[in-house]
């Protein structure tokens, strides 16, 4: 017993000492990629959120102007549009982009060599944005050059509009491009979930009568809710945060009906240098992002199924 007591102190110094030794590793292995976030990430956030409340060029002295910024943004019919186009870029590529990849992932998920069409679908992911927007370029034009409208007249004789450069017709422009560039990702995500359904549920539903349409509506949708809701927030946060792709496709300096909240922030501080509007207007795109998600996460209660 006198043994034991006595080796007590020297097991716990050494468990202390083992997990010093566990912390300085933990340290090392992960203190660069701590300070990059805190550099490239945290840093910058506080530095916009106290810039908000400011005037400032870039170089002269910072002008504390308190909420002066954000209400000059709430009222700027400018960045009503943008907000308004923004909404409208979602409502467009949310549903119907994940419609459509779902759709395709169900015709894929019972094909035999899926791997090759997964390749073709994933393809326009890993391209650059810029090369995706200059070949859509081409295919929208609204002149005589463009393949979208010269197709149009020799094989329908219908005149097609200027997609581009019409301000009523952008969005959608812009809302099929980028539903074309995230397809694959949709498509490849919903797979991995359709091929975590148990077949033996499919089965069952199958022996007791149901048709495919019946067990997509009641087996395969419930069961890939989850997947669903994951694609639905990722979906709508880009959609927030589109700019690239609309930049160089159409450029919102001359057509209003393609300005986002982004270009906004752009044109504001990279333009006009207005750096605390900018970060003003940063700010907003972000409680507006955290208030769309939080809705989505409510909305997950009902209709998000985990159970299997």
């Not at 912390?23 to 701590?34: D, E, I, R, V, Y």
């Not at 989850?226 to 589109?242: K, M, N």
């Amino acid at each position: 017993m006198a043994i034991l007591t006595e080796a007590r102190p020297q097991v716990a110094r050494r468990a202390k000492g083992v997990r010093n030794r566990d912390g300085w590793w933990a340290a090392f292995f992960l203190g660069p990629q701590l300070t990059l976030l805190a550099v490239f990430l945290v840093f910058p956030l506080g530095f916009a959120v106290v810039l908000a409340f400011m005037r400032w060029d870039g170089l002269g002295q910072k002008e504390w102007v308190g909420l002066d910024n954000f209400a000059a943004q709430l009222s700027d019919p400018e960045f009503g549009l943008a907000v308004w186009n923004t909404v409208k870029l979602a409502l467009l590529t949310a549903p119907f982009g994940l419609a459509l990849a779902l759709l395709i992932a169900v015709a894929l998920n019972s094909v035999k060599g899926g791997g090759f069409y997964r390749v073709l679908y994933f393809m326009p992911v890993v391209t650059s944005s810029v090369a995706v927007a200059l070949m859509w370029q081409i295919i929208l034009a609204g002149d005589e050059y463009g393949v979208l409208n010269a197709s149009l007249e020799r094989w329908f004789g219908i005149t097609g509009p200027d997609w581009l450069g019409d301000p009523g017709w952008v969005i959608v422009a812009i809302a099929v491009v980028t539903i074309w560039s995230s397809l694959g990702l949709n498509v490849v995500i919903f797979l991995a979930g359709l091929q975590t359904i148990p077949p033996q549920i499919v089965e069952a539903a199958r022996m007791d009568g149901a048709g495919s349409l019946r067990i997509f509506r009641s087996v395969t949708l419930p069961l890939l809710s989850p997947t669903i809701f994951f694609s639905t927030v990722v979906a709508v946060i880009s959609s927030f945060q589109a700019f690239d792709q609309i930049y160089v496709l159409v450029n919102p300096k001359y057509n209003d009906g393609a300005r986002t909240i982004v270009y906004q922030v752009y044109e504001l501080g990279f333009q006009d240098f207005q750096f605390g509007m900018s970060s003003a207007a940063a700010l907003i795109l972000l409680v507006l992002t955290l208030l769309v998600t939080l809705v989505q996460f409510a909305a997950q209660k009902r209709l998000v199924h985990y159970d299997t």
